[in-house]
Every structure is written in C-alpha cells, then in structure tokens.
C-alpha cells in the first residue's frame, strides 16, 4: 500500500494524522482534493505558517487513491461505481462496499450481505485486501495516528461517530465542537455550508466503516467528508468546481489540524 508522509524529517516519533481518498470508486472529487492537497502542502510549507507548523510538528500520512480497481474501472466501464472489484468464485456479483467491511459493528445495520448490494459488507471484516492494508497500517502507527479523515462524496456533511449506532460517542460534544469550527472555516471561503453531526442521525446508519472503526482502535479524531455537491450534479461535480471544493475542503482540514496539534 503506498501512502505518502508529508512532514518535516525527524529522527523521533511525530504525531500524525491519516487522510485517505477514493475509498468509493464513483466520487471522483475525493481523490481530487488528496492530489491537490499534497501539492498545496508542498508549495506553501515555508510560506503559509500554519502548513508550516503542521509539517514541522506533525506527519500528514495521504492515501490518494484508496480503492484503485474501482477508480480504474470507474473510468473505463461503468462511472457509477462504488465498491471494490474483488471477485469470489461462486457469485455472480462483484466488489464489496469497502466502507462497511472495516470490523466495527460489521454488518450489522446500513449494510447488505448480499454480494450485488452496493453496501455489501464482504464476507467477513477486512475481506477486501485494501481495507485490510489500510486497517494494518493504522493498528501499526496506533501509537501516533491521532487523527483520521476518510474524504468522500456527495452531500456536504461533516461527519464523526457513530454510524453503527444510534448510541453518542464519549467525546460527542468535542468532536461536534470541532466539526462546527471546521465547516465555518470551510462556510467563509465561498458561503458553501457543510452540516456536521454523528454519522448515524446526519446521513444514515451505517456499520463497518472506517472513521466509527479509527475510534474504537483510540484514534479521537476520526471524521467523514463528503464534499460538494449536494445532489444538482452528485457524483458529477464539474471540473469548474474541482479548484474551489480542494480550497475550501483545505481550510476545514486545516482547522482539524491545527485543534488536534494542540490539544494531543
Ligand atoms: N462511517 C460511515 C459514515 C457515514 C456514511 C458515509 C457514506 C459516504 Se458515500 C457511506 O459510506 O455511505
Ligand atoms: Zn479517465
Ligand atoms: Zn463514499
Ligand atoms: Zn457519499
């Protein structure tokens, strides 16, 4: 698996936080924004104080393209999709939902166990090779991962958990603290409001995801974009919209940043 490490070289352990992009192959404005993201990070680290700081102080682990095989088959079959292609000899249908095969409260609301669904859970947590490396990775930096942002599409929500309950999360009102600021931060660039909340009751109930499956492994900031729009062009976000979403996305991802540096 190959994840980029932003940061300032240092011989220590720095805290960091992971991004990862594309875990849904159809949402096309999320792998945008991590290659965007890594190149607005490079170019203004030196100048912009507060990348500086970031990267000075703390690793940026970026995932760009999580789910490879649907992304790539996205462009070249079928734009609509969503899960991951694995293939299992005997069904008929392909691909798991890799947002619901992580091993917290797996399949057990807001996801099918059946291998056409697009929410299918898989055939057992972590089934998907990419979930699996990517769960491996984060158990093995558990120590400095503080942070976990998992960016998708469409419907402008900031999300924290959980989804796989209808249950509060212990730190509710400090993760729902920091996801208001941050989408403010996000509303002041060009008015585009975001709604923040537990996943559960702000979009739908939904087990097996990454951000509700960070938390319970200790990581306290674990939270869910998902970016313009809010349905005129859905998972069709037009080009013209790529540059100001990557903009005001950064300032929200910024504001997360900038409160975990000071409060681990
Ligand atoms: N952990 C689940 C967060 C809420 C659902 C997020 C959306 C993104 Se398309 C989903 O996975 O259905
Ligand atoms: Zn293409
Ligand atoms: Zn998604
Ligand atoms: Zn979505």
């Given amino acids: 698996m190959t994840v980029l490490k932003l940061g300032r070289k240092s011989s220590s352990a720095k805290n960091a936080i992971f991004m990862d992009c594309g875990i849904h192959a159809r949402e096309w404005i999320s792998p945008a924004f991590c290659q965007w993201f890594v190149k607005e990070a490079l170019s203004t680290y030196g100048s ?21 095989d649907g992304y790539d088959f996205t462009h070249k079959s079928n734009r609509m999709w969503r899960k991951t292609r694995s293939m299992r000899s005997g069904s008929s249908c392909v691909g798991a939902d890799p947002n619901r095969n992580f091993n917290a409260g797996w399949c057990t609301l807001g996801a099918s166990s059946n291998p056409c669904s697009d929410t299918f859970c898989g055939y057992s947590p972590e089934s998907e090779i990419e979930v699996k490396n990517v769960a491996n990775f984060i158990r093995k930096h558990k120590p400095t991962i503080k942070a976990y942002i998992t960016i998708h599409s469409y419907s402008q929500l900031l999300l924290f958990p959980y989804s796989y309950t209808y249950e509060l999360a212990a730190d509710h009102s400090e993760l729902l603290k920091v996801a208001e600021g941050a989408s403010e931060s996000l509303r002041s660039l060009y008015g585009t409001r975001y709604t923040s909340g ?10 097996g995801g990454s951000d509700d499956w960070a938390y319970d492994l200790g990581v306290k900031y674990s939270y869910t974009f998902e970016l313009r729009d809010t ?5 069709l976000l037009p080009e013209s919209q790529i540059q100001p979403t990557c903009e005001e996305t950064m300032l929200a991802v910024k504001y997360i940043a900038a409160y975990v540096q000071k409060n681990i």
Avoid at 53 to 67: A, G, H, I, R
């Fill in 48 to 68: 912009d104080s507060q990348m500086t700081s970031l990267l000075d102080q703390m690793d940026v682990y970026v995932l760009p393209v999580f789910n490879i």
């Fill in 198 to 207: 537990p996943g559960a009751t702000t979009i739908y109930p939904a087990a």
């Fill in 231 to 235: 349905g005129r062009y859905g998972f």
